[in-house]
């Protein structure tokens, strides 16, 4: 069974930082290295929208309207790639979904809920 588990989602003030996990499960993952990892979010009444991406190489690349407050990074040995989010402001409250593509093969997590409010 293949599943991309996403946690760490809650309710932040403005300013403050939350720490997204998506950890990988299931044989399709035996090797989760080769796979290139993402983050997208999705707000209400607009679309999906990448924010950041982490590749089987460790190239990442970010949205503009999150870099130098966001950073993705991943732990192979554990199969988790990780979404850290600082100066969290009102605008990136989202549901937050963990991907991960290799070749012809896109698997998506359930997503966590990420509220910025005061």
């Known amino acids: 069974q293949v599943q991309l588990v996403e946690s760490g989602g809650g309710l932040v003030q403005p300013g403050g930082s939350l720490r997204l996990s998506c950890a990988a499960s299931?044989?399709?993952?035996?090797?989760?290295?080769?796979?290139?990892m993402g983050w997208y979010r999705q707000a209400p009444g607009k679309q999906r929208e990448l924010v950041a991406t982490?590749?089987?190489?460790?190239?990442?690349n970010y949205v503009d309207s999150v870099k130098g407050r966001f950073t993705i990074s991943r732990d192979n040995a554990k199969k988790t790639v990780y979404l850290q989010m600082n100066s969290l402001k009102p605008e990136d409250t989202a549901i937050y979904y963990c991907?991960?593509?290799?070749?012809?093969?896109?698997?998506w997590g359930q997503g966590t809920q990420v509220t910025v409010s005061s």
């Open positions: 991907n991960a593509v290799r070749g012809a093969n896109n698997y």
């Open positions: 982490i590749r089987s190489v460790r190239i990442t």
């Open positions: 299931g044989s399709v993952f035996s090797i989760f290295s080769v796979y290139d």
